[in-house]
């Protein structure tokens, strides 16, 4: 059943659908997290519901969103969101698999948060589109650096939300890569547990000059937001 919402921290709306997918606190964190300059070109991989391009293009006054989705049903809902706060001129929503694009213009940034999980580990929904924005089963870790290695402008950023488990592989495919892993901030849920999530910053050819931020907790206690994440709903 779908549903119009509103995107927190912002007026844009933007139509979900609970029983095939609909965007979680970790878009929102990662939205909140990136640190893109006004006017800038953004590619946005794995789009969803299109909940990274909407809410960047709202708080970064982008320039121009592409946002890719591999799964033409839920494409063709954040292309609905896009008409649906008239930003057709600055969000393009396009159906397609990235590691089908052999060109693109240069980009200056791109964010994703891509599958957290590898395939063949733990239960895997049998939900075909939960499964494909769970797993990697069409999108892998590596393809979003092969993606980046080709189409960011040099010195151009990329930010991505991963589970922390991930994230020793996930530098080193960057580094394979040519792109520097220079900012982290983990994800707690209360401040007493571990991080399950972390937030990346990468720059493409950037020095290595790497800054741990402060963990990031989401709960005061269960049911009740912190005050800086109540600031990104606000």
């Excluded at 220079?182 to 999530?197: E, G, I, P, Q």
């Amino acid at each position: 059943m779908e549903r119009i919402d509103y995107i927190p921290g912002t007026d844009y709306k933007i139509i979900q659908n609970k029983t095939k997918f609909s965007f979680g606190i970790d878009s929102i964190l990662l939205s909140s997290f990136a640190n893109i300059r006004e006017d800038l070109v953004v590619v946005d991989i794995g789009t969803g519901v299109g909940i990274l391009a909407l809410r960047c293009h709202k708080l970064y006054k982008t320039k121009k969103v592409y946002a890719y989705e591999i799964q033409r049903e839920i494409a063709d809902m954040a292309k609905r969101s896009v008409a649906l706060n008239r930003l057709e001129n600055e969000i393009e929503v396009i159906n397609v698999d990235i590691n089908n694009i052999d060109r693109h213009e240069k980009v200056d940034c791109i964010i994703t948060n891509p599958p957290y999980m590898e395939s063949g580990r733990g239960i895997e929904n049998q939900d075909k589109s939960k499964l494909i924005s769970l797993y990697e089963k069409k999108l892998k870790l590596e393809d979003i650096f092969v993606f980046s290695d080709k189409f960011l402008k040099n010195r151009g950023k990329l930010f991505m939300v991963i589970r922390s488990n991930r994230l020793i592989d996930m530098v080193e495919m960057a580094r394979k890569y040519g792109i520097e892993p220079v900012r982290m901030r983990s994800v707690h849920s209360f401040s007493n547990t571990k991080s399950k999530l972390v937030l990346m910053e990468f720059v493409k050819s950037g020095g290595k000059n790497f800054v741990l931020e402060s963990p990031l907790v989401i709960y005061e206690k269960p049911g009740l937001y912190t005050e800086e994440v109540k600031g990104f709903y606000e």
